[in-house]
């Protein structure tokens, strides 16, 4: 492809708009009715074959969905809101860094939330599958007394009463990471079957 031709330049431009326009509507939130939940057909801007007027068919288009989309669906699935997603965001961010693969606390803990998978009983594939286990979390937070005493249930996911300053920082860091898009880390089977 050559990326000096005008046509093309007027195509990647176009593709890379749409793959930013996207992404900020999906970290942001668009209204129900209109949500845009992946980049499911980039095939807005047309590629030409090199000096034909013959455009040419994508060999792969890629999806991409953020993590405050998903948690956004995983939220609203039960009943919650925006504040919920980016509290579990900023839980996500402060124990793997977006990171499926974390492994902490010496093995124990794994995945997006670092469950402790034998003592809470869930696979090692839960943990690290965004979904599944934004909902064990989300279970974990209702069974701390989540969203009436929401302090307390972000607490308890990291100990009860171990005041040790982790759900100040957790909601901060929802706060700060809501409107830079993370993309879902995918697992590597080979680790995910341990």
């Known amino acids: 492809m050559d990326f000096n031709s005008p046509k093309n330049k007027i195509a990647v431009l176009t593709l ?3 793959i930013v326009l996207v992404s900020a509507d999906r970290a942001l939130g668009a209204p129900e009715n ?17 000096g034909t007027a013959e455009p040419v068919e994508p ?14 669906d995983v939220c609203q ?3 919650y809101d925006e504040d919920c ?17 974390a492994i902490g606390d010496g093995g124990q803990a ?14 090692i594939d839960c943990a690290e599958d ?17 969203p009436h005493d929401k302090v307390w249930a972000v607490q308890c996911h990291n100990g009860c009463n171990i005041w040790n ?22 697992p590597n089977s080979a680790l995910a079957s341990n």
């Open 16 to 18: 890379a708009a749409l």
């Open 34 to 50: 209109g949500r845009i939940s992946v980049i499911s057909a980039a095939q807005a801007a047309v590629v030409y074959a090199p």
């Open 59 to 72: 060999k792969q288009v890629k999806t991409f969905e953020t993590v405050q989309g998903k948690l956004l």
């Open 77 to 79: 699935s039960r009943g």
């Open 85 to 101: 997603a980016r509290t579990m965001l900023g839980m996500l961010w402060k124990e793997s860094l977006n990171d499926a693969q």
């Open 110 to 123: 794994r995945g997006y939330f670092q469950i402790w998978y034998r003592l809470h009983n869930i696979s």
């Open 130 to 146: 965004l979904e599944c286990s934004a909902n064990w979390t989300l279970d974990y937070l209702e069974s701390n007394g989540y």
């Open 165 to 186: 300053g982790y759900w100040q920082s957790a909601l901060r860091w929802g706060d700060r990471k809501w409107n830079t898009p993370l993309f879902i880390d995918q």
